[in-house]
Nanobody, 122 residues
Framework: QVQLVESGGGLVQAGGSLRLSCAAS????????MGWFRQAPGKEREFVAA????????VYADSVKGRFTISRDNAKNTVYLQMNSLKPEDTAVYYC???????????????WGQGTQVTVSS
């Protein structure tokens, strides 16, 4: 089993920055892909960014390209999401996910964290 714990959410004004962290524990050797998704009230969970440990490949949703950066510290089994130039439409619960392959489809990811709230005020 793999456990994921997110931290770093909060309230920020538009144009501000936040950094989310997600620490993995347990069978971390099986975690190749780590990613971030978000879900706003009344909307479906959507892909934000992901990273593959085996290829170093990173993938971003078009809506966050150039503003968000995903990075990973393999020694700490932690993935980060640096969010800059935040907009009110970025407001959502952000979830960390882990699996063996990077995909943009939420249902393809097997392990999820509990989520952390990000609120961007206008």
């Amino acid at each position: 089993q793999v456990q994921l714990v997110e931290s770093g959410g909060g309230l920020v004004q538009a144009g501000g920055s936040l950094r989310l962290s997600c620490a993995a524990s347990g069978r971390v050797f099986s975690v190749i892909a780590m990613g971030w998704f978000r879900q706003a009230p009344g909307k479906e969970r959507e892909f934000v960014a992901a990273h593959s440990r085996s290829t170093g490949r990173t993938v971003y949703a078009d809506s966050v390209k150039g503003r968000f950066t995903i990075s990973r510290d393999n020694a700490k089994n932690t993935v980060y999401l640096q969010m800059n130039s935040l907009k009110p439409e970025d407001t959502a619960v952000y979830y960390c996910a882990a699996d063996s392959v990077v995909t943009t489809t939420p249902n393809s990811w097997g392990r999820w964290g509990q989520g952390t709230q990000v609120t961007v005020s206008s």
